[in-house]
């Protein structure tokens, strides 16, 4: 049981926009810290993709985008396209645990 | 651009100690916080804990019985010592950075990772 609590999975078209959801509580995101969101690709390593809630790296595309409200935050992807298709996961940190956390990951199919 | 490389051994028996270096390319090591991640099959990520290049930890408490993490500059390199494995450990294990300067806690580089399996 991942302490931010993700979708299994999501699913869209070509085109269309999605919205990845991560909720959390008190003691992380509704404590104050700070939202990342990282994409896997099959058999890769995890690339950030969202830092600080909202902010890209250089080279990550502006179709990517993160938000933040309360004990949750969302990733939003744009204009889907074939090589979105990965896990994401968001990731935090804990007071109460005094640790980084993970969201439990969700599969993005790109239909 | 910073390069991480995991190396360790291909299987490690339950109830041992699996150990992982992690090796450093093209960067300073004080640039960063070095920390491991592990991602069992099929599984999400867990944070496992972090070094800095003057030794000072941080790790999962729900780990940290079982962890231990050194740093060794000279050779540009980190090291994980898990105890006291069980099936439970079998996992991609990957090193990853967290630079100094940043203000947000977000692992900005990655190794490729390495599958230890733990079996008898």
């Known amino acids: 049981q991942s302490v931010l609590t993700q979708p299994p999975s999501v699913s869209g078209a070509p085109g269309q926009i999605v919205t990845i959801s991560c909720t959390g509580g008190n003691s992380n995101i509704g404590g104050g810290y700070d939202v990342q969101w990282y994409q896997q690709l099959p058999g890769t390593a995890p690339k950030v993709l969202i830092y600080g809630n909202s902010n890209r790296p250089s080279g990550v595309p502006d179709r990517f985008s993160g938000s933040k409200s309360g004990t949750s935050a969302s990733l939003a992807i744009t204009g889907l396209q074939a090589e979105d298709e990965a896990d994401y996961y968001c990731q935090s940190y804990d007071i109460r645990l005094t640790a980084v956390v993970f969201g439990g990951g969700t599969k993005l199919t790109v239909l | 651009q910073v390069q991480l490389q995991e190396s360790g051994p291909g299987l490690v028996k339950p109830s041992e100690t699996l150990s992982l270096v992690c090796t450093v390319s093209g960067g300073s090591m004080s640039n960063y916080y070095w920390s491991w991640i592990r991602q069992a099959p099929g599984k999400g990520l867990e944070y496992i804990g972090y070094?800095?290049?003057?030794?000072?930890?941080n790790s999962n408490p729900s780990l940290k019985s079982r962890v231990t993490l050194s740093v060794d500059t000279s050779k540009n390199q980190f090291s994980l010592k898990l105890t006291s494995v069980t099936a439970a450990d079998t996992a991609v294990y990957y090193c990853a950075g967290r630079k100094v300067t940043s203000a947000y806690w977000y692992f900005a580089v990655w190794g490729r990772g390495t599958l230890v399996p733990v079996s008898s």
């Open positions: 070094i800095y290049y003057s030794g000072t930890t």
